[in-house]
Structure formats: structure tokens, C-alpha cells
């Protein structure tokens, strides 16, 4: 969790714990840990593990993403265009490969289009996350759907995984400008990646 201010996230749990109306001695027995690491905790000397700000957010009555400092850099989605925004820096973050898969008639019944990641990619560093995610995502989703998990309970499992997930930093890369020579040499490049075995078989 290297990407975070702990010496803010400290002043951050110092404020929930009086607010509470807890002392020190009194937040380390709730957390079965001794009183010179929540000092430390709260003077950012030392790093806070996600089990426990998950478990200082459930007693500070927070959340884990409000003691991570962690906040979106997206703006609320008021529209299509900033989804497709959204979508075209995806496609920008380096440790991420996607493909995007289209069925559509007559050669389907039905127009799906979709975006998928491979988990066991080797070229992409985070992928696995991205798949680990979305399958947990859907299970969430599915206890929605069949009533058995109440809205309360989403939004902390959301917290909760923005918050674990905030330490892991990305950046975004602008694809390069190529001259026509090198675009060309690359995409000759490209088709011989894809078909190249095939023909030499034949």
C-alpha cells in the first residue's frame, strides 16, 4: 500500500476515534492491538493494512475508501459520451488487455457486443485482478437480483474493493504516432503474428 499518505490517513483516523468519543487505549482493545501501534497508526508512522481499515471502518462507523483518502478522479456519468470516455482510457492503461467481442445477425441471433479480459495473460499485468473482480462483481450482482443481500451490504463489498484496490497505482499511455512506414511494417507485423503458423502449414 505504498500509494497512500498514511501520516493524512492517520489525522483521518485520529478524527473518527474522538468523534467516537473513544481515547487511544480504548481503540486498541477494540482492535486487539497495542496502544503504541495505534499511536503509530494515527501519527503515520507505520503502514495500515487493508484488513484493518476495513475493520476501523466498521467500528469508527466509516468506510475504508474515507480513511484511505481514496477519491475517484472520474466526474459523476451524466451522459453516453463520458461511458465511451471512460472506455477509450481503459483502453489507455498499460497492464490491461482487453478484446471486444461482437455478435451480431445474421450470423447470430442476437446483437451482443462485449469486452473481455484474459486472466492468464503473461502480457498483462493486471488482468487476473480485472477478471478476479468482475467474477466477484457478478456474484454480488446475482445476490441483488435474487433478494438475498441488501443494498447495505453491496456498497460496503464496493468500499471495500475500491479501497483495496486504490494501492494499486496505473498509468495511461497515449498510443504512439507512427510514421506510414512504421505503421505498415507494424501491421505486416501484426498479420504474421496471427496468421503467419497457418500459412506455413499449408
Given at each position: 500500500?505504498?500509494?497512500?499518505?498514511?501520516?493524512?490517513?492517520?489525522?483521518?483516523?485520529?478524527?473518527?476515534?474522538?468523534?467516537?468519543?473513544?481515547?487511544?487505549?480504548?481503540?486498541?482493545?477494540?482492535?486487539?492491538?497495542s496502544l503504541r501501534t495505534v499511536?503509530?497508526?494515527?501519527?503515520?508512522?507505520?503502514?495500515?493494512?487493508?484488513?484493518?481499515?476495513?475493520?476501523?471502518?466498521?467500528?469508527?462507523?466509516?468506510?475504508?475508501?474515507?480513511?484511505?483518502?481514496?477519491?475517484?478522479?472520474?466526474?459523476?456519468?451524466?451522459?453516453?459520451?463520458?461511458?465511451?470516455?471512460?472506455?477509450?482510457?481503459?483502453?489507455?492503461?498499460?497492464?490491461?488487455?482487453?478484446?471486444?467481442?461482437?455478435?451480431?445477425?445474421?450470423?447470430?441471433?442476437?446483437?451482443?457486443?462485449?469486452?473481455?479480459?484474459?486472466?492468464?495473460?503473461?502480457?498483462?499485468?493486471?488482468?487476473?485482478?480485472?477478471?478476479?473482480?468482475?467474477?466477484?462483481?457478478?456474484?454480488?450482482?446475482?445476490?441483488?437480483?435474487?433478494?438475498?443481500?441488501?443494498?447495505?451490504?453491496?456498497?460496503?463489498?464496493?468500499?471495500?474493493?475500491?479501497?483495496?484496490?486504490?494501492?494499486?497505482?496505473?498509468?495511461?499511455?497515449?498510443?504512439?504516432?507512427?510514421?506510414?512506414?512504421?505503421?505498415?511494417?507494424?501491421?505486416?507485423?501484426?498479420?504474421?503474428?496471427?496468421?503467419?503458423?497457418?500459412?506455413?502449414?499449408?
Open positions: 500500500m505504498d500509494n497512500f499518505d498514511y501520516s493524512a490517513i492517520g489525522q483521518r483516523i485520529k478524527v473518527l476515534r474522538k468523534r467516537k468519543g473513544l481515547n487511544q487505549t480504548e481503540l486498541a482493545a477494540m482492535l486487539d492491538k499511536q503509530k497508526y494515527e501519527n503515520g508512522e507505520i503502514e495500515v493494512s487493508i484488513a484493518v481499515v476495513n475493520q476501523l471502518a466498521e467500528l469508527l462507523d466509516s468506510t475504508p475508501t474515507y480513511i484511505l483518502g481514496y477519491e475517484t478522479k472520474f466526474a459523476p456519468i451524466k451522459n453516453l459520451a463520458d461511458v465511451m470516455s471512460f472506455l477509450f482510457q481503459l483502453e489507455q492503461t498499460t497492464g490491461l488487455q482487453f478484446s471486444v467481442d461482437v455478435k451480431k445477425p445474421p450470423r447470430n441471433k442476437e446483437w451482443q457486443c462485449s469486452i473481455s479480459f484474459n486472466g492468464k495473460s503473461t502480457d498483462a499485468d493486471y488482468n487476473a485482478d480485472m477478471c478476479l473482480f468482475l467474477e466477484q462483481w457478478e456474484e454480488q450482482r446475482e445476490e441483488l437480483r435474487a433478494y438475498s443481500e441488501t443494498q447495505k451490504a453491496y456498497r460496503k463489498w464496493k468500499d471495500q474493493t475500491l479501497a483495496y484496490y486504490a494501492a494499486i497505482p496505473v498509468e495511461c499511455v497515449e498510443p504512439e504516432e507512427l510514421s506510414e512506414e512504421e505503421r505498415i511494417e507494424k501491421h505486416n507485423a501484426y498479420l504474421q503474428s496471427l496468421y503467419g503458423a497457418q500459412k506455413g502449414e499449408v
